[in-house]
Structures are given as structure tokens and as C-alpha cells.
């Protein structure tokens, strides 16, 4: 099950852009931006920039978060978002001893499908460690023929090794990483990927990073989420067709946020 973490993000994210926003509307001076602006005030400021589409302020308020208990197949999607930072566990650098994976819930459902899909994962375990052992021995030959210390040789073929063994791991492998987004791009992931037809695994951890986002600036996300939640479905005839059970979604999301 995916676990996301807000680790840290833009102090006063909403007065920050309000801050932002009055720069490009008032004669004040960079020293006057924060004079007598309240949170209130601050959320007023961040709602007209939302009811007039004045989008570039908001990237202003950057988010970290961290995100593990994921697959390899859901940081394929999540960096398809590319404004934003990434740092992700390097299988090159990090053996897969016994590697932890996701497994999808309509393969838990069924008995067969899940004894088929475990087989498959001790048989990816096995293949790596087999290949990685053999890798290793030719690697640490070579090196030490070269000349290279034993111990330093034993090093290097050992990373040498595993990110060759690594092409053999599946898409279900697990892995964590650590993002960041601005506001502005949060709300374009929130757009695609709290919508039904997002995958399951990225539509739940876009849904907690939404939860999370809207407990520290509620005023900043209070449209958030896919198109159907601010109006009408966007996907045409791909549309899931359940908006109201989408808006219901999102709207407990961000109410058991705020408390």
C-alpha cells in the first residue's frame, strides 16, 4: 500500500503567492509585500487568482513529498510530470535483495492469478541473484587481472553486476522516491490523476498527496482534483461516466484534511 509523506514545503504557501500576486497589482515595494497581509486577507488574494485564471503566482509554492510502498510501473506515469523534481532509489546502487513488490488488487482477487503472479516474482528474485553472482565473479576477474586491490575490485563488480541483474526485475518492484512540484503543477497532476480513469495505484497516492496539500493551504486546492469536480467530464466517451461519485470522493478527501 503506497505511503505519502508531505516532508516539507513553501512556508505561509498562500501568503507567499499572495505576496507574489500583489507585486503585479499594487505600486508596493518588495519591502511592503507582507505589510498587514493576514492569512485571511491571503486566501482572498489566492481565490480571485483562481476566478480570474492568473495561474503563475501559484508556482510560487513548491510541495515536497515522500513516496514509497510504490511500484517501478507507477514511477513510469508519475515522472511523465515534468515539472518537478525527482529523486528516486537507484536500483544501479541498491541490491534487490528480496525485493519488496506491489501487487495489483484484481490480481489479489483471484486465488490463481495471485499464485501465478508470486511464482513470478521468486522466479525474477532468482534469475537477479543468479545473474548478479555470475556478473560479479567475471567483473571482479577482470579487475583484479587489471591490477585493481581485492577489496576495491569486489566493490566495483558488485555495482557492476547488479545494474546489469536489475533488467530482469518487473514492473511491480517496489521502489521510493522523493518529489517536488510547485502549485501550478500540483493542480495539473490532482487534474489527470485523481480522475477515475487513472490508474488505481497513482490515483491513490494522487489522492493523499491531495489530502495532505489540503490541509496546509486549503484555499490553494480548494478546486483541485479532475475536471468533473470544478464542472463538467473532459474525457468525451472515455468518461467513467460516476462524476458524482468522483466529486463525492474528493470533496471527503478534503474535508477529512482540514479536520
Request: hydrophobic content about 40%; some cysteine; proline content about 5%.
Amino acid at each position: 500500500m503506497p505511503q505519502v509523506t508531505l516532508l516539507t514545503h513553501t512556508p505561509a504557501p498562500e501568503r507567499t503567492i499572495a505576496a507574489a500576486a500583489r507585486l503585479c497589482y499594487s505600486p508596493a515595494s518588495i519591502a511592503d509585500l507582507l505589510d498587514n497581509l493576514s492569512d485571511e486577507k491571503a486566501s482572498g488574494f489566492v481565490g480571485m487568482l483562481a476566478e480570474i485564471g492568473h495561474e503563475s503566482p501559484i508556482e510560487h509554492a513548491s510541495f515536497t513529498f515522500g513516496i514509497e510502498g510504490v511500484s517501478r510501473s507507477l514511477l513510469a506515469q508519475i515522472t511523465r510530470h515534468r515539472i518537478a523534481s525527482y529523486s528516486v532509489q537507484s536500483q544501479r546502487y541498491v541490491r534487490e535483495d528480496a525485493f519488496a513488490f506491489v501487487t495489483p488488487p484484481q490480481i489479489a482477487q483471484n486465488p490463481e492469478a495471485q499464485a501465478l503472479f508470486d511464482e513470478a516474482m521468486r522466479s525474477a528474485q532468482d534469475y537477479y541473484d543468479r545473474i548478479a553472482a555470475l556478473l560479479k565473479a567475471d567483473h571482479t576477474a577482470r579487475l583484479a587481472a587489471a591490477g585493481v586491490p581485492e577489496q576495491d575490485a569486489v566493490r566495483q563488480a558488485e555495482k557492476l553486476a547488479i545494474e546489469d541483474a536489475r533488467f530482469v526485475l518487473p514492473n511491480a518492484c517496489d521502489t521510493k522516491l522523493v518529489v517536488t512540484m510547485n502549485a501550478r503543477s500540483l493542480l495539473n497532476f490532482f487534474s489527470h490523476r485523481c480522475c477515475n480513469r487513472a490508474q488505481w495505484e497513482i490515483r491513490e497516492v494522487a489522492d493523499r498527496m491531495l489530502a495532505l496539500v489540503s490541509e496546509v493551504a486549503p484555499t490553494l486546492f480548494a478546486k483541485a482534483g479532475p475536471p468533473c469536480v470544478r464542472g463538467g467530464c473532459t474525457e468525451g466517451k472515455m468518461s467513467c461516466g460516476r462524476p458524482e461519485e468522483v466529486r463525492a470522493r474528493i470533496a471527503r478527501l478534503k474535508e477529512e484534511a482540514q479536520g
